[in-house]
């Protein structure tokens, strides 16, 4: 190989403000320095961002979430660092620029619902890729039809491996254990999860009478006598997985576990989960925890730095993404 081509050939990671703990581990995990980048917001509140080395030829992740972060950026700050952080790495010559997006904001708008009402994940695609991303690597999306709001590559990575080792080395009797899916909707990642753990799987019917308000109204499948694990991508308010758990403990079930990729952790829910029937939550690091999530005994954060690191290091050497998961 050429000394031009190694330099064309060379990553660079790089991180937006929302999540820099796990972009940092995610560069030890590939064995490299994250890379220096100057992001300031401007009196105006205007995001400015600028590379303190040189990014020419290089093959560039920017590691970001699309969250409310605890250094006060909310939702849009987060999504537009991102967009900024892409143009100025574009303009300064990348070989290719990827998108590392740990948490898809704007997700659960992903259709129609209602007459109109907007498509804000289709938006963010259509931004993302006006701004210049080449290639989107993502965990857990809402919904797997996302991809195809992109015309770019997109990396949809899971982070079901990270929770199944985890329950695995718990040593639970599969005779004893019930994967649970907290609606019709995630009976595709429950029965997933179940089949990966060998065990038995639950679902609970409910209805949504208002956004952010779930009545429980039936399970279907047995659930007394076991601990059940409630599965689901992303836990906002937390108060369908507070129901959830009360309903199955009221049909015996002895524990009530749950996990999700993304703790969004919105409004008062670190205090529903404090005062609910769970026992445990286990979560990734896609979104940082805020001081009160991290002190709170019912939740667990595991890492998906090993993963992501994994899969930016395939891209990288232009190798098998899928196998990662098949391994």
């Not at 599965?231 to 749950?258: Q, S, Y």
């Not at 409004?267 to 005062?275: L, Q, S, Y």
Request: charged share 25%; hydrophobic share 45%; proline share 4%.
């Amino acid at each position: 190989m050429t000394a031009d081509m190694e330099k064309r050939k060379r990553m660079a990671v790089f991180s937006g403000s929302s999540n820099l703990k796990l972009a940092d581990e995610i560069a030890r995990e590939i064995g490299i320095s994250l890379g220096n980048v100057k992001l300031e917001k401007f009196a105006n509140g205007e995001i400015y961002a600028r590379y303190q080395e040189s990014v020419r030829g290089a093959d560039v992740f920017i590691v970001q979430s699309v969250c409310s972060s605890p250094n006060g950026f909310d939702v849009n700050d987060n999504l537009m660092e991102l967009l900024i952080m892409i143009d100025a790495a574009k303009r300064a010559s990348a070989h290719s620029v990827s998108a590392v997006i740990t948490h898809y904001g704007y997700a659960r708008q992903d259709r129609k619902a209602a007459p109109r009402e907007p498509i804000t994940a289709k938006l963010v695609a259509d931004l993302l890729t006006a701004a210049g991303a080449d290639n989107i690597i993502a965990i857990d999306l809402h919904q797997d039809a996302i991809q195809g709001f992109f015309d770019k590559p997109v990396n949809h990575m899971t982070a079901m491996p990270i929770f199944v080792d985890y329950y695995k080395n718990k040593g639970f009797d599969p005779d004893q254990l019930c994967v649970v899916s907290p609606d019709v909707g995630g009976v595709v990642r429950a029965r997933a999860m179940a089949k990966e753990l060998g065990v038995d799987l639950a679902i609970i019917d409910k209805r949504r009478p208002r956004a952010n308000v779930a009545e429980i109204m039936n399970i279907i499948g047995e659930v007394k006598g076991r601990t059940c694990v409630i599965t689901d991508d992303i836990v906002d308010t937390a108060g369908t997985l507070c129901n959830a758990a009360g309903a199955l403990k009221e049909r015996g079930a002895t524990r009530v576990l749950a996990y999700a990729a993304h703790p969004v952790f919105s409004g008062n829910a670190i205090e529903r989960i404090k005062n609910s029937a769970l026992d445990e939550v286990v979560v990734t690091d896609t979104i940082p925890l805020r001081p009160e999530a991290q002190e709170c005994p019912k939740i667990r954060q595991l890492s998906c730095a090993p993963l992501v690191g994994e899969t930016i290091s395939r891209i990288a050497r232009e190798d098998s993404v899928s196998e990662l998961f098949n391994e």
